[in-house]
């Protein structure tokens, strides 16, 4: 077993929002990785996740980027950008140029570090016209990213079973569900060349059609439950992060 530790660094997509464990609190991918990771290399295997909801690019690498080296961990997973693709502001010439500086930096103690494409999230959301050009542009920065500093590459959107089947996403139709989180941390587990359980790739069943009216009534309540929410904390200025802290924010036992 080459990983002696594992750090995951992000937003809500690592943070592991909507896979809840009992009490509530997240599990998510990564929580998963880290527990077959452990399995693999024994008791004295460390995780740290840092990652938070909301967080923006340049908030993950300013907050978490500095935190992550410091424990000089063997594993790094950097998942940052996809809040970014949502805001007014964005500036995709600035985040393909951080993105790489970041990943160098990652990369320079020789950590290897994970990266990911987005997966096809828009089929069930507004917006695609403006953000789909986005996404496309941050996934190929991705991409070419990995290909320059070696990094491992775990390609979501290269999977149609996220755009087809929304069993994988929760219902606020943006983060994954416990299905879609375990069908992430099999391809992570994959990229890295360590088995997992073949469970967590089975497609759950896709649901039934939905009749036209009661799919709008849907609509009607994702748009109060949800986007209402989103776009009052925009006006705001607030974050669904802004009381949350890391979860696991120093190396321990993957069983604390």
């Known amino acids: 077993m080459r990983w002696r530790s594992f750090v995951a660094v992000g937003d809500s997509f690592t943070e592991g929002m909507d896979d809840a464990y009992p009490d509530g609190t997240y599990r998510g991918w990564a929580d998963l990785v880290a527990t077959r990771l452990a399995a693999e290399a024994g008791p004295d295997f460390g995780y740290a996740n840092l990652a938070i909801r909301g967080r923006l690019f ?27 693709v949502l805001r007014r502001t964005f500036d995709a010439d600035a985040l393909a140029t951080r993105f790489d500086a970041v990943v160098a930096r990652l990369r320079s103690n020789g950590a290897d570090v994970i990266l990911f494409r987005f997966a096809d999230v828009l089929a069930r959301l507004p917006g695609q016209r403006l953000v789909s050009p986005r996404i496309e542009l941050v996934n190929r920065v991705v991409g070419e990213t990995a290909e320059r500093h070696g990094a491992i590459l775990v390609d979501l959107f290269a999977d149609d079973t996220y755009r087809l089947n929304p069993m994988l996403w929760s219902p606020d139709r943006l983060h994954l569900s416990a299905a879609g989180h375990r069908r992430v941390a099999a391809q992570v587990l994959t990229a890295l060349g360590v088995g997992c359980d073949e469970e967590w790739l089975l497609v759950p069943e896709h649901p039934a059609a939905t009749p036209w009216l009661a799919a709008r009534a849907a609509d009607l309540s994702w748009v109060g439950r949800h986007l209402a929410p989103w776009i009052t904390r925009r006006l705001t200025g607030r974050s669904s992060g802004d009381t949350v ?12």
């Open 245 to 256: 802290t890391a979860k696991r924010p120093v190396l321990g036992p993957v069983s604390d």
């Open 58 to 84: 340049p908030s993950v690498v300013a907050e978490q980027v500095p935190a992550a080296l410091a424990m000089k961990p063997d594993l790094i997973s950097f998942a940052a950008g996809g809040n970014d």
